[in-house]
């Protein structure tokens, strides 16, 4: 396991939900081994200024990270992700590397163009669509993904999250209807624990959820902003 990439001292964000909290380590990470193959990271923070109502500054405050599900304790940056944005925000993956993404490959595609993922050759963007066989908006925890019945099926399997884009009067209202798509796949069936991960995954611009710095089991992936010919295919 990677070196813990944090000390006591460091100033870090934890963003979540638009909210912003900048604490300081008033302790270094220590780790905690509960098993062969288990472990805990565990370290105190004071509060450094916050917009959260559930701490305030001055406090002191308790993280733990396992080893196992990073993804579900804070997300923790360098920057405040919410003002420099996900790419400049430099991602802590706490308070180790749960892999090291240096290989991925982001490549562009036009949405016609055959994309080979996972030895199966997809033809273009609307054979992707084709395959969803579980569709989530954005937020989570408005509830459970749906299931659909994919007009095609094949051994690899696909999921999509979706959010429409904005709209800010009547006409917007009356005609709108391009949406962000993000597309996870998979060698099995997907299931509601592949789409809870998959929506919350930081967010780029336009909600693109693809980036260098992403887990490697969230891989492959494709985006599509909703408008023009070019989606985007992470491996």
């Not at 200024?49 to 406090?59: F, R």
């Not at 304790?73 to 400049?88: A, C, D, I, Q, S």
């Amino acid at each position: 396991m990677a070196e813990c990439n944090l000390k006591k001292g460091d100033r870090i964000y934890e963003c979540r939900y638009h909210e912003v909290t900048l604490v300081e380590l008033v302790t270094d990470p220590e780790m905690l081994v509960q098993g062969s193959d288990s472990h805990y990271w565990h370290w105190k923070a004071k509060v450094i200024e916050t917009n959260s109502g559930n701490v305030v500054s001055g406090e002191i405050v308790e993280y733990g990270i396992s080893e196992e599900s990073p993804q579900y304790g804070p997300k923790l940056f360098r920057k405040n992700m919410y003002e420099v944005g996900y790419e400049n925000a430099e991602p802590i993956l706490p308070p180790f590397d749960i892999d090291s993404n240096k290989d991925i490959e982001i490549k562009r595609y036009f949405i016609t163009d055959d994309v080979e993922i996972l030895e199966h050759v997809f033809h273009g963007l609307q054979d992707i669509k084709e395959h969803v066989e579980m569709s989530l908006y954005r937020d989570y925890s408005r509830g459970k993904a749906n299931e659909r019945d994919p007009k095609k099926t094949c051994e690899i399997h696909v999921g999509e999250m979706w959010m429409p884009y904005p709209c800010f009067d009547s006409e917007d209202f009356a005609n709108e209807d391009r949406n962000y798509q993000n597309f996870v796949f998979r060698r099995r069936p997907i299931i509601q624990e592949d789409m809870r991960k998959l929506s919350e995954l930081p967010s780029g611009s336009n909600e693109c959820r693809i980036h260098k710095n992403m887990p490697s089991d969230m891989l492959p992936m494709v985006y599509y902003v909703g408008d023009g010919n070019i989606m985007i295919v992470a491996m």
